[in-house]
């Protein structure tokens, strides 16, 4: 189905639609099912891979005591579903709750359910856009891993999706629930490092397999090795292995690409595949680029032109001969000035904000603050900044760079990142400075909160639609090796642009099986 500029903005046009499953207008939130006394809300993770066992469920079976109770866990594997529900049940007794979670091999009884009222996205990420827009369609409230969609059309079904179906939906960009980040976001939008002109935003290992874009389509992560990674197809079986697949083109089954089991590995394999999924632009690029969006204040906005990267081409077998890095964005301010954002390599700093009076820097686990001017930065600018090396012109303010603790903000506490956090936000006064931002605890509880309070999430599917439109924007100038101009209104091509006849692309080509995303 083609998105028309008409059906995206039929809701601002104050056009009334009940829909028969939400049971509410268009444009309203729709209210949460009725709940007997002490009954909770029914939560169902759709997903039971590493991300979705170890970061996810833990989340959401901590949230019993707001009202959420885990009753089902969703997987083609049959050794994962079982074993999600086993450590459901196993974790509920230790407390003393009665417990029979579900284990479901199909996700479709999932949404058919009536008993479910939030579902936990965790698939990999070809699957994201169409999961969560029949979700919303069954009335069940959706939290979604990042990146949200694979293509750019998806991100603009899903976000028309919530729009039409009224459901409390959260994009799982955590980072917008730690701290650090939000800190490091108050600076920039308070103006405390003046008029911002450049941002960075950096994921992605140049000459190394695993670069910045994705990789050409191939059958099997290492062909050589190709018997020993067909092994596993035999547990997943036939249905299984093609429900993994959904609406991706079809190829051999790969262990690399879909392990069976309880598996102990990222795998990195389908990520960094054009079928599949946007390589580091949608794995880091979704957590660093929202925060880049988020301290620009463009949320509901986007980019105006991009800008094709001028770094070598790469000769790494993989990258299909794709630039690495060096892509850059333009977006336009109220005021009509820049800011340029740039598309770097990993380092020290996940993003980095430059304005007129001062530099700040944030990643997981890190921050640091400069006062001074600033010009264009520069190679030499950008190492002395990841090196914390000085730097004419420039005074820190506070700094500290730690470890990065991982998934949750509440996992661990660094009482040296706190201090430094404690020291900017006194100096500044940051808790009465004139922008605010949402403050959510934990992107779980914020979501699980919003399912009660029907307040909209920390990242609702706007938001997150719009960051994965630039992740999918960055990787359309990878493999197409071109800049081109965008329409940030329309989330469009612009009329006229020759990027049209240049065959760039901002859907799947085609969704086999028939699984077409209609909102």
Known sequence: MKLNRRGFLIGSAGVAAVTSLAGCVTRKVCGPRALAPGEKANVAIIGMGIQGRTALLPQFLAQYDRGAKVVACCDCDKTRREDGAKRVDAFYAKKGIASACKAVADFRDILKDPMIDMVCIATPDHWHAYMSVEAMKAGKDVYCEKPLTFTIDEARKVIAAQEKYGRIFQTGSMQRSWPVFRTAVMLVRN??????????????????????????????????????????????????????????????????????????????????????????????????????????????????????????????????????????????????????????????????????????????????????????????????????????????????????????????????????????????????????????????????????TRRPTISPAEVGGRGAILCGLCNISYVYDTGFAWDPVKMDFPEGCACRKMGLSLKRETYRNGWDIIV
């Open 191 to 452: 103006g405390i490092i003046g008029d911002l002109r450049y941002v960075d935003a950096n994921y992605g290992n140049n000459g190394q397999k695993l670069g910045g874009p994705s990789h050409p389509m191939r059958f099997f992560d290492d062909p050589a090795n190709a018997a020993k990674e067909s092994e596993g197809y035999a547990q997943l079986g036939q249905a299984g292995w093609d429900m993994w697949l959904g609406p991706a083109k079809w190829r051999p089954y790969s262990n690399q690409l879909a392990p069976v089991g309880v598996n102990t590995f990222y795998p990195m394999f389908w990520r960094f595949d054009d079928d599949l999924a946007l390589g580091y632009n949608g794995d880091w690029g979704a957590h660093h680029l929202d925060i880049a969006q988020w301290g620009m204040d463009m949320d509901k906005s986007g980019p105006y032109k991009i800008i094709r990267s001028n770094e070598p081409h790469s000769t790494n077998l993989y990258h299909g001969g794709r630039r690495q890095f060096g892509m850059k964005m333009l977006f336009k301010k109220p005021d009509g000035s820049d800011i340029e954002l740039y598309h770097g390599p990993f380092g020290t700093w996940g993003t980095v904000f430059y304005g007129t009076k001062g530099i700040v820097a944030v990643n997981r686990g890190k921050i640091a603050v400069w006062e001074g001017s600033t010009t264009t930065p520069t190679a030499e600018l950008r190492a002395a900044l990841s090196d914390m090396r000085p730097i004419d012109g420039l005074a820190v303010v506070a700094a500290f760079v730690g470890k990065d603790y991982g998934t949750d903000s509440t996992d661990k506490k660094d009482a040296n990142l706190d201090a430094t956090l404690n020291t900017l936000i006194a100096k500044y006064d940051l808790d009465h400075a004139k922008v605010q931002l949402y403050k959510s605890p934990n992107q779980v509880q914020n979501f699980v909160e919003c399912y009660f």
